[in-house]
């Protein structure tokens, strides 16, 4: 059993293994996304593969669609020439449900993969020919946020975007700067109407995008390198417009324990590639059952009825209201939890932490008690049937080879919107009162004392990736366990540090109750088990 034409002209081989085929005359949709595309990503991986591709998939086995998905993978192009063609645009999506059953299917929605490479003329020359098809509506981005900066850590031009801006649109380097190109290409012929829609996992997406694309139209303009109607092209929204999207789908990379599943069902060449660029890439991808994609509906040429297909189509302040309750109520909040206090009671997985009582009633209180009653209901998605399923089906599932480790990694960067928003709340409504808080400020004492570096046993452990790390660190290295100690005046630069809580800890009152539960962390072996065991229960 091979993932190609060839491998699955035995349909009856891989339906009686238990796997759902595509249902349509592949061939024919390929030849009417070729003439007519209607929908290019940039972006192969994972996230794409598991759910863009896949909601397209049923929507062409139901007949909803006649056309399929182009791919563009800019960023590492063996992707696509290890991966997508070897495969002939065949991937394994495995959704890990929670009720520990697994769903198996081939997704043949990908009609063609191109290369993002303005070097190759033949490639950049047919992203091109897409670009200047009136069918085409929208292209989409899974990039990830670090894909639509033009500058490094240090706020300086990369050298590509540099050069890029002084060489104009004709064999751009850099990615966005061959976005651009291609947009102008589209603006070359005819102005034609278009939707940049970035799907990343960042608040506000499209601005991002659009303030990349309008940087380069604002350069080119300037150096008399694209006509000047370009940069008003870029900037009308009956002709271009960025919308703004929340999505939600948990895509970890392909496991060992999912490739074991598909081999034994007889499926050969599993193995995954590890590019130049060291990304890890499989034939299959694993993922989560929940998926959300909500989308600002500003599609200036029309768009097909995707909401058949589970997509959600609103308006931009909807799209803001539901990205505010994921990432400062009902799911982020919760994560950043678990992951503080797995990593300092020894966990390694985060579904088994909500095997442990205690911590999932502390998740059960930061998103009932704490957060619900503030959170802004954006109409779409109702949170509290948000965060039931997030406790209950998301993070419990057993299937879901996530860690406390990975998701610990940025701590420093994510406590503001994450609790700061909350306490924000609190602190303006005449109803609340913040002191009435117990829970967020204990995951406040737990990341401080998560910092020490020592596991609740005594042992030490590596902390994960975090830009402040060398900033917050030295004002708890003094901590000994089982020592008495100045708690507050240690920890006073750190509590009233508003870019990392949100808020000045010791200006709302909460700096008190942080470091009274710091204080009982430390006092010796066990103790971070005690607090929880003392305040959660």
Known sequence: MKLNEKGLENKAQWEAAGFQLPKFDREAVKAATKENPFWIHFGAGNIFRAFQANVVQNLLNEGALDRGLVVAEGFDYEIIEKMNRPHDDYSILVTLKADGSVEKTVVGSVMESCILDSENDAEFGRLREIFSKDSLQMATFTITEKGYSLVNGKGELLPAVEADFKNGPEKPASYIGKVASLLYTRYKNGGKPIAMVSMDNCSHNGDKLYAAVNTFAEKWTANSLTDEGFLQYVNTKEKVTFPWTMIDKITPRP??????????????????????????????????????????????????????????????????????????????????????????????????????????????????????????????????????????VRIPNPFMPDTPQRIATDTSQKLAIRYGETIKAYEASPERNTGDLKLIPLVFAGWLRYLMAVDDNGNTFELSPDPLLDTVCPYVTGFRLGEDADVESALKPVLENEKIFGVNLFEIGMADKVCGYFREMIAGTGAVRGVLNKYVK
């Open 255 to 392: 496991d060992a324990s999912v490739e074991e599943i598909l081999k034994k069902d007889g499926v050969e060449e599993l193995e995954a590639v590890v590019t130049s660029k060291n990304t890890y890439v499989a034939p299959f991808v694993n993922a989560e059952e929940c998926e959300y994609l909500v989308i600002e509906d500003a599609f200036p040429n029309g768009r097909p009825e995707l909401e058949k297909g589970g997509l959600m189509f609103t308006e931009r302040e909807t799209v803001d209201k539901v990205e505010k309750m994921k990432v400062c109520t009902c799911l982020n909040p919760l994560h950043t939890a678990l992951a503080v206090f797995g990593c300092v009671l020894g966990y390694d997985l985060i579904s088994k932490e909500m095997k442990d009582d205690t911590l999932k009633k502390l998740v059960e209180g930061i998103g009932y008690t704490e957060g619900l009653p503030v959170v802004i209901n954006p109409g779409v998605l109702d949170p509290k049937e948000f965060i039931d399923t997030v406790i209950n």
